[in-house]
């Protein structure tokens, strides 16, 4: 702590988003390198679905939700209620209307029990506060 003169930054949502996306969905956020090479993948199997397994479907659809819970995060601190938020409330709440948002494209339920309990323990809210903030 000397050496870098007690000089530590608090986390970002980005830092919560990370955490939370492993634990409750296992989809895990390295770099923007690997993320580049998430996002080509997706492109090719859009593009011709038949030629592609069904861990290569479920790998597009982590993808998406990472993208966007990620955008949802950054777009969070445009608005002046959610920029007063803690950011491990703005992460839990991009991923559950990422999850919704996912859920709509590709009408397939994404949103259960077991999702939203799991995300209540790892982020130690209440679900009435991931509701609003959502």
Known sequence: MKVIQYKIHAPTVLDFLKVFLVQVLKIEIKNRTETKCKEEFALKVNKVPHEFLAEDHKLVEDFLIEKMAIYLSKMS??????????????????????????????????????????????????????LDVS
């Open 77 to 130: 601190m445009h608005d002046i209620y959610l920029s007063s938020k803690r950011p491990s409330l703005l992460a839990v709440g991009s991923i559950y209307v990422a999850l919704k948002i996912c859920e709509q494209l590709k009408k397939k339920e994404l949103i259960n029990t077991y999702v939203v309990t799991s995300l209540i323990q790892a982020s130690k809210m209440q679900e009435e506060e991931i």
